[in-house]
């Protein structure tokens, strides 16, 4: 009975190797899957990220056009101005300093109402 018993338990350890092996390659096949669907998950996030960037992009480019119009306007209009005002100063820049300089150097005080008067008792 020894024999037979030595027997059954080498089959016993036999298949429980196998069953050891089989077990591994469960545990491996499950971590390969897993591995595979996360990058196949963050392929798909890369894809979502890049489309919606040129959504994005497509949308700013079509919303953003009216507005550069209208700053070009704007920066046109204000060199206008710039060149209206340099002109002007340029005809009528001496005069304008004599003028300052007249003020400035020909006094004429006067005392004003308030401090003239004397207040009535």
């Given at each position: 009975m020894?024999?037979?018993?030595?027997?059954?338990?080498?089959t016993?350890?036999?298949?429980?190797?196998e069953?050891?092996?089989?077990?591994?390659k469960?545990r491996?096949?499950?971590?390969k899957?897993?591995?595979?669907?996360?990058?196949?998950?963050?392929?798909?996030?890369?894809?979502?990220?890049?489309?919606?960037?040129?959504?994005?992009?497509?949308?700013?480019?079509?919303?953003?056009?009216?507005?550069?119009?209208?700053?070009?306007d704007?920066?046109?209009?204000?060199?206008?101005?710039?060149?209206?005002?340099?002109?002007m100063?340029?005809?009528?820049g001496k005069?304008?300093?004599?003028?300052?300089?007249n003020?400035?150097?020909?006094?004429?005080?006067?005392?004003?109402?308030?401090v003239?008067?004397?207040?009535?008792?």
């Amino acid at each position: 009975m020894s024999a037979q018993n030595s027997a059954g338990i080498q089959t016993l350890l036999d298949a429980e190797r196998e069953a050891q092996k089989i077990v591994q390659k469960a545990r491996e096949y499950r971590t390969k899957r897993v591995k595979d669907a996360r990058s196949e998950a963050q392929k798909e996030i890369e894809d979502y990220k890049n489309k919606k960037d040129q959504e994005f992009k497509s949308y700013e480019s079509e919303h953003t056009s009216g507005n550069k119009t209208a700053e070009d306007d704007a920066n046109r209009m204000a060199e206008d101005k710039i060149d209206h005002i340099k002109t002007m100063g340029n005809s009528s820049g001496k005069k304008v300093v004599e003028d300052l300089l007249n003020a400035v150097m020909d006094i004429k005080p006067e005392v004003p109402e308030r401090v003239a008067a004397p207040p009535k008792a």
